[in-house]
């Protein structure tokens, strides 16, 4: 016979509170919101999650309410802000904002997808929780504040050379940023290809701008 008295007995995991708990769905649901928008059942979204579909509804009120909490991940810039505030200030400011040009498109195309998912299903019209600025549900304007701050503090080290001032000049790379993502072109612009038009215009070196 084994002699079992000297293993220790199994644990189980702890279990998860309930903000955890509301992570995991919503990183469950997340790609599962890009392929079918609002149409997304909680069925399919639990078993994605590994749970039971009741459980769902113990940490969310109904559908709307967890497809809003989805939403709201999606337009949530903290990741961006941690990427933009790591780049090397000791680099070129071109090689900056080309590193800072691809973490942008990386989040505006996550928010772009998303919201495109919701808006084709006819989820933006038939519930209320999806309605930026509803329910603590942050808009645009909101989500996109804290990347141009982190954008400008890449433009600071250059104050001086600069012909506007960073916090200024962060708005129009934004921006450019933003309208690149939405032209729809076959070969969109790369990251290198925008800094550069930002920087120096669309003119060559060698030719004089009448």
Same mark, same amino acid.
């Given at each position: 016979?084994?002699? /079992?008295?000297? *293993?220790?007995?199994?644990?189980?995991?702890?279990?998860?509170?309930?903000?955890?708990?509301?992570?995991?769905?919503?990183? $469950?649901? &997340?790609? @599962?919101? %890009?392929?079918?928008?609002?149409?997304?059942?909680?069925?399919?979204?639990?078993?994605?999650?590994? #749970?039971?579909?009741?459980?769902? +509804?113990?940490? +969310?009120?109904?559908?709307?309410? &967890?497809? !809003?909490?989805?939403?709201?991940?999606?337009?949530?810039?903290?990741? !961006?802000? %941690?990427? @933009?505030?790591? #780049?090397?200030?000791?680099?070129?400011?071109?090689?900056?904002?080309?590193?800072?040009?691809?973490?942008?498109?990386?989040?505006? /195309?996550?928010?772009?997808?998303? #919201?495109?998912?919701? $808006?084709?299903?006819?989820?933006?019209?038939?519930?209320?929780?999806?309605?930026?600025?509803?329910?603590? =549900?942050?808009?645009?304007?909101?989500?996109?504040?804290?990347?141009?701050?982190?954008?400008?503090?890449?433009?600071?080290?250059?104050?001086?050379? &600069?012909?506007?001032?960073?916090?200024?000049?962060?708005?129009?790379?934004?921006?450019?940023?933003?309208?690149?993502?939405?032209?729809? !072109?076959?070969?969109?612009?790369?990251?290198?290809?925008? %800094?550069?038009?930002? =920087?120096?215009? $669309?003119? *060559?070196?060698?030719?004089? %701008?009448?």
């Amino acid at each position: 016979m084994t002699d /079992t008295s000297s *293993t220790p007995p199994r644990r189980r995991a702890p279990a998860m509170d309930s903000d955890q708990r509301r992570a995991m769905i919503v990183a $469950a649901a &997340l790609p @599962l919101v %890009v392929e079918y928008g609002a149409a997304v059942t909680t069925a399919k979204i639990a078993r994605a999650a590994g #749970i039971g579909e009741g459980t769902i +509804f113990r940490v +969310f009120a109904d559908k709307d309410a &967890l497809l !809003a909490a989805v939403m709201a991940e999606a337009l949530r810039p903290d990741d !961006a802000v %941690v990427h @933009l505030k790591a #780049i090397a200030l000791d680099q070129p400011l071109a090689d900056r904002l080309t590193e800072a040009a691809e973490v942008m498109r990386g989040y505006l /195309t996550r928010m772009g997808t998303i #919201i495109g998912a919701l $808006a084709a299903t006819g989820g933006m019209d038939r519930s209320s929780h999806l309605k930026p600025g509803k329910d603590g =549900l942050p808009n645009r304007e909101t989500g996109l504040a804290a990347p141009r701050a982190a954008l400008a503090a890449l433009f600071e080290p250059d104050r001086d050379d &600069l012909r506007l001032s960073p916090e200024r000049l962060a708005d129009a790379f934004q921006l450019q940023l933003m309208a690149a993502g939405r032209l729809g !072109a076959s070969e969109p612009p790369t990251p290198e290809e925008l %800094v550069e038009l930002f =920087l120096f215009g $669309a003119f *060559t070196g060698s030719r004089e %701008v009448r």
